[in-house]
């Protein structure tokens, strides 16, 4: 019941484990039983007249084991085929920000540069749409007037109130009044005087200079919400100089007291350009223009538009 091996040995082993042949030969680089490795070409690839003794792997080399595979399969690659992400073939690429972005990253290409244009830099848009902040120069809201308003035209007036633009309030009338203690109408509070000081002479907005030149308008009624003046009111007429509607010039003034007048029917004179004394008339009416009438309500202290 005795076995020949391979080698013919009566009972033997066979062929040693690592060799190729009964003789004890190893596998060359080539491949070949007992082979120096002179069969390698001068790319060191086993010369293909011979053939290989064992396999070819995915790259042409004779028992190679494919280890000339980069880590994406290219026969004797390096890797160009791998992106930034680690991803074979893959669309990942680094942004200007120098970040890996897109493919599998996860992350947005050039996220990373704010509205100034800064990689990882601080600049945002604020609640006006302007890039402050950061490298940019300006501050947040550096657009919003005091009221909040972007681009708004309020400011601080000089009574120290956010005053103008949408606010509703008309710039340093918060402080505004008549500041002559000898005034009729005093306001302690104020601190601009605006003009509306009145006096037993009248308002002193409604002073004028007398002039030989003059013209007389005769008024039936003068009334406010549809009450007539009382005696102790005033009718003040201006030149309006720049075509606004708003009278610039003080011509003429009448305390409007129609138990003075003729029926009822009152009178008030309007001083024109006088040549004999052109500098202190040198903006009062001429011939072509219209006035424009101002009423003052003592009780009130108020003065209207007429």
Not at 39 to 45: A, H, M, T, V
Not at 135 to 156: H, L, V
Not at 204 to 217: D, G, H, K, L, R
């Amino acid at each position: 019941d005795a076995v020949v091996d391979e080698c013919g040995v009566c009972n033997g082993d066979g062929i040693a484990d690592g060799a190729c042949d009964c003789d004890g030969n190893v596998l060359d680089d080539c491949g070949v039983c007992g082979g120096t490795g002179t069969d390698n070409d001068q790319d060191g690839i086993c010369d293909d007249v011979d053939d290989c003794v064992g396999e070819y792997d995915d790259c042409g080399i004779c028992n190679g084991g494919n280890a000339d595979l980069d880590d994406c399969g290219v026969c004797f690659g390096n890797n160009e085929d791998l992106d930034c992400n680690g991803d074979c073939f893959g669309t990942a690429f680094i942004d200007d920000c120098g970040v890996c972005s897109g493919g599998n990253s996860g992350h947005v290409a050039n996220s990373d540069i704010d509205c100034h244009g800064d990689c990882f830099g601080t600049a945002f848009e604020d609640d006006c749409g302007q890039c402050v902040e950061g490298n940019t120069g300006q501050e947040e809201n550096w657009a919003q007037d005091c009221y909040g308003d972007c681009f708004g035209n309020a400011s601080i007036d000089n009574c120290d109130e956010c005053a103008g633009g949408n606010t509703g309030i008309v710039p340093d009338s918060t402080c505004s009044g008549c500041t002559d203690p000898t005034a009729l109408n005093y306001d302690e509070d104020a601190t601009i005087d605006d003009g509306t000081c009145v006096y037993d002479s009248g308002p002193i907005a409604f002073n004028f200079t007398q002039s030989s030149v003059q013209a007389f308008y005769f008024i039936e009624s003068v009334m406010i919400d549809s009450i007539p003046l009382d005696g102790q009111d005033w009718v003040g007429a201006f030149k309006d100089l720049d075509g606004d509607g708003i009278g610039d010039v003080c011509v003429g003034a009448k305390r409007w007291d129609v138990s003075l007048c003729n029926n009822g029917v009152c009178e008030i004179a309007l001083m024109g350009w006088d040549q004999y004394n052109s500098d202190e008339t040198e903006n009062y009416m001429e011939p072509g223009d219209t006035p424009v009438f101002v009423i003052y309500d003592q009780s009130e202290n108020a003065f209207y538009d007429a």
